[in-house]
Each structure stands twice: as structure tokens, then as C-alpha cells.
């Protein structure tokens, strides 16, 4: 079997904004609903032996317990996906949320498969069936999430699309540009972050970085390890390099020359801040602040990596199910909504 997988989310938000200004003659938005079904018979008519599956958002219990957990600590300022409040939506992303249900009715009757479950982000439900169906069926997911390219293996493939533009990456295409395997890119958004998904990395570390890191010493483990057999061995000879509440303030009060914090979030009883004093004050031979600032920040690159890894050991995932095309409820829908210009392209559905 050959599937193609669909991050619904993503398409249909990408869609609206794209779409923006679409209206029906009761001045709903349509962006979303003609967007989205382009998307659809452009798939259905580029891979006509693949079955598509639309997977949809939950909210995921596991990483909100996990980040409310690390805000309490102190660890981080916010928790998962906390950046987005929703008062400051963008109206295309307002658009997509309201006309959701609708959107969702118009797939069904296009007989396509729709699948969601409450505690699990979509990428989630995505990579328990890949696991589950990869030995012995083709997948292709449907994204322009990078998160998707730890799942990339010998039968699991992405696409991204951009301005109409297909871009296919495979298991060798991305190791043959990143010189890492796909399962070690949730190792570097570890150590980067993700500012997408409020997830906090550490400061000052972009991907490159990240990359460079992983790799060299193929996971964050790894990393952490390597600068600490560089550093304990100071801490062991200069008993006096302690992390009190003295050495935090010290450090916390020095500044870059554009005036911002040289060693920006970090907290009273973090490791290795008695250590970066000693540097800044010239006791001890200059160690990189960007090593420092990894030490200084092990547990909030823990956090990271849990937040960044997919659930793919979901228990009783639903069964994938045939569906028919009701062509008679699709074609009303597309009338109500504008998209008429599909309507010569509905049999593609049955």
C-alpha cells in the first residue's frame, strides 16, 4: 500500500494565509476551503495510487504537563506553545480556526480519511502509523514542518511545498545535505530550541551551531559530556569556583557592549556559573561562552529534546477506514463556499 500522509494543520493554515482575501457572498472566508481542495486534487491527481490520510491537531497532554512542570522549576520563562495567545491571532489564522469544522465536513465528503486523537499533535498521530506501517507499505508526508524529518526512513518520504513547488526529501537526500541520520535532528532543536513552539534551547545557539555540534559528537548527550570532561577537571584543581548565589549575581550583572546580558537567562543555582565568573574575571584561561552557556543550561536541553522527539508509541491508534465520496454534498459545499472552479474536478474523489 502507498500512502500519502497529510498534516492537516499545516496545510489548511498555509492555505488561508495564501488565500486571504477570499470571501463567499455572506462574507465568510473561503481561502482555507478553495486552498485546501486545490492542495487535494493536485495530490489525487500526482500520485493517484497513493491513499490519502488528513491527520489533525489534539493538544498534546505529555509536553504541557512536562513545560508547566519546568516553569514552576524555573527552567523556563513559559511553557510549550504558550507564545501564541490568542487574542493576537492573525486573521488568516483566526479564518482557519472558525471555518474549521466546516472544512473538516467538506473532506469527509470528499471520502477522505481524517484522523485525530485529543492528547496527540498531529506529527505524533504521523509517526505512530509510520512506525506502525513503514516495514512493509510507502509512506509520503505532507508537510513543510521540519520536525517531520526525524521520521525519514528507507520507506518514508516528505514533501514540501512552497509557491507550487514540490520539494521531495529523502532519507539520503537529507543525509547527504546535514551529514547527520533523520532521528539526531530532534538532538540538534534540542540544543537550538525552537522558537516556533516556544521550546528553549540555549541561548545564543542557532542550528548551525546545533548542527556543527551533533555532527561532530552525534547527540546532545554526547555534547554536554565532551565540555564537561573539559571543565570538571578546572573545578576539581580551583575548589573556590563555586555556583552561589554571589557568582550568579556577579555574572548576571555583565553586559555586551550593545548593553544586553552577556549570559542572558540564567538563574540562581545553575551549574558551571562559578566557572564562567572565573573566566570573566580573568582567574582562569578563556573557556567559550557558548560551552558555558550549553553547561549552564543541561536541563532545559533535556527539556528540549522531550519536547522536540515525536510520541510514536501511541496505544490503540484507530484503524485506518475506506470511505466513499458523497460527489452530490461535496459539489453544495463548493457552491456555498466559492470554490467553484473545483467543481469540473469532483470525480476525482470517487
Known amino acids: 500500500m502507498k500512502y500519502l500522509f497529510i498534516d492537516g494543520n499545516n496545510l489548511a493554515i498555509r492555505s488561508s494565509f495564501a488565500n486571504s482575501e477570499l470571501k463567499n457572498s455572506e462574507g465568510l472566508p473561503t481561502g482555507v476551503h478553495y486552498g485546501v481542495f486545490q492542495s487535494l486534487v493536485n495530490f ?10 488528513i491527520f489533525w491537531d489534539g493538544k498534546s497532554a505529555r509536553r504541557m504537563e512536562e513545560s508547566t512542570l519546568a516553569v514552576k522549576k524555573g527552567l523556563v520563562k513559559s511553557a510549550y506553545k504558550q507564545n501564541r495567545p490568542k487574542e493576537d491571532l492573525p486573521q488568516p489564522l483566526q479564518d482557519f480556526y472558525d471555518q474549521s469544522l466546516n472544512l473538516k465536513k467538506g ?12 492528547n496527540y499533535e498531529t506529527d505524533d498521530l504521523i509517526a505512530a502509523y509510520c512506525k506502525k506501517l513503514k516495514a512493509e507499505n510507502e509512506i509520503i ?4 514542518d521540519k520536525d517531520y524529518y526525524q521520521l525519514l526512513d528507507d520507506n518514508v518520504v516528505m514533501s514540501k511545498w512552497s509557491g507550487g513547488d514540490e520539494t521531495v526529501i529523502t ?46 559528537l552525534g547527540n546532545w ?40 546580558p552577556k549570559y542572558p537567562e540564567i538563574t540562581i543555582g545553575m551549574p558551571y556559573t562559578g566557572v564562567a565568573l572565573a573566566v570573566e574575571e580573568k582567574k582562569i584561561k578563556a573557556i567559550k ?3 558555558l552557556l550549553a553547561l549552564m543550561h543541561e536541563e532545559r536541553v533535556a527539556l ?11 496505544k490503540d491508534l484507530p484503524e485506518i477506514i475506506d470511505m466513499k465520496a458523497n460527489t452530490k454534498n461535496l459539489i453544495e459545499y463548493f457552491d456555498y463556499f466559492d470554490i467553484e472552479s473545483l467543481k469540473p474536478d469532483v470525480e476525482i474523489f470517487e
Open 289 to 291: 561562552k557558548t560551552v
Open 141 to 144: 508526508c505532507v508537510t513543510n
Open 221 to 260: 548527550q554526547s555534547v554536554l559530556k565532551k565540555y564537561k570532561s573539559e571543565l570538571d577537571p578546572l573545578r576539581a584543581k580551583y575548589p573556590d569556583l563555586k555556583d552561589n548565589p554571589e557568582a550568579f549575581k556577579k555574572l548576571e550583572s555583565i553586559q555586551t557592549n550593545s548593553g544586553k
Open 107 to 118: 473532506i469527509e465528503q470528499a471520502g477522505i480519511p481524517q484522523m485525530r486523537m485529543g
Open 171 to 216: 532519507k539520503e537526500s537529507f543525509v547527504a545535505d546535514n551529514g547527520i541520520q533523520p532521528p539526531q535532528h530532534v538532538d540538534c532543536g534540542a540544543l537550538s530550541g525552537d522558537t516556533g513552539d516556544n521550546i528553549f534551547g540555549i541561548p545564543s545557539w542557532g542550528e548551525k551551531t546545533a548542527l556543527k555540534a551533533i555532527q561532530q
Open 304 to 314: 528540549a529534546y522531550s519536547l522536540k522527539k515525536m510520541d510514536d508509541d501511541i
Open 44 to 53: 489525487k491527481q500526482q500520485y493517484p495510487e497513493h491513499k490519502i490520510v
